[in-house]
């Protein structure tokens, strides 16, 4: 595996359920992000974690719980949903030396019934 | 507040025609850095450049070529004779001074691209 990973690709969940959103990354990257991608809205910056301590919580729902227990991986639980919290959403991750460049994974397209 | 506007919501040209996405930014920082990602159909964000405040010369990388003009705040992409694997949503986004693992960048609505073979 290269890059960053995320899965599962596609999800769909009911209000209720308790699901978890995964994501590896292979490049020894130190800080983790999590963004949501909506339909004709900008990129929405979640989370960041930086050496596993997370550094950014941007006002998200409690509904979405972050974890970061190592520099490679990051999950977003997810719990009680709305139908809203459909989208996209992408892990990226980003290097000390990077020069603030971030390497995007593929994404895990969420749909809440 | 940092902002980034890309106007153009959806863009079709032929094959072979030049195209320039259209990126304007605000932010009151005097350092910043500009970006253009890519995203396929696949869905990954693919890194295309990245540009600081203090270096507008102008760039090209193949058929690729970016115009950056502080003047008018904005950062705007040109692809040369375009082909379709082009096609894809095009991302403008802007971040403070390199924050060395805490980066926060702003990013643009984006435009869609589609090349009509």
């Known amino acids: 595996e290269t890059g960053v990973t995320q899965t599962p690709r596609h999800l769909v969940m009911g209000m209720t359920n308790k699901k978890s959103l995964k994501c590896e990354q292979h490049?020894?990257?130190?800080?983790m992000y999590w963004y949501k991608q909506s339909a004709k809205k900008p990129l929405e910056l979640m989370f960041v974690y930086n050496f596993k301590e997370q550094t950014e919580n941007n006002s998200v729902p409690s509904r979405f719980s972050p974890e970061c227990p190592n520099s490679s991986h990051l999950f977003l639980h997810l719990h009680t949903l709305q139908p809203e919290d459909s989208a996209l959403y992408l892990c990226a991750s980003s290097s000390f030396s990077g020069a603030n460049v971030l390497t995007f994974g593929a994404g895990s397209r969420l749909t809440v019934l | 507040a940092q902002k980034v506007t890309q106007a153009q919501t959806e863009i079709s040209v032929v094959e072979k025609e030049d195209v320039t996405l259209d990126c304007v930014y605000e932010t009151r920082d005097t350092t910043y850095y500009l970006f253009w990602y890519k995203q396929p159909p696949s869905g990954e964000l693919v890194f295309l450049i990245r540009r600081n405040s203090f270096d507008e010369q102008n760039e090209i990388s193949g058929r690729y070529s970016w115009n950056f003009q502080k003047s008018t705040s904005s950062f705007n992409f040109t692809i040369t004779a375009s082909q379709v694997v082009d096609s894809a949503v095009y991302f403008c986004?802007?971040?403070?001074?390199?924050?060395?693992?805490?980066?926060?960048?702003?990013f643009g609505t984006g435009t869609r691209l589609t090349i009509i073979p």
């Open positions: 986004a802007l971040s403070e001074e390199a924050n060395f693992g805490n980066e926060k960048l702003t």
């Open positions: 490049l020894g990257h130190n800080a």
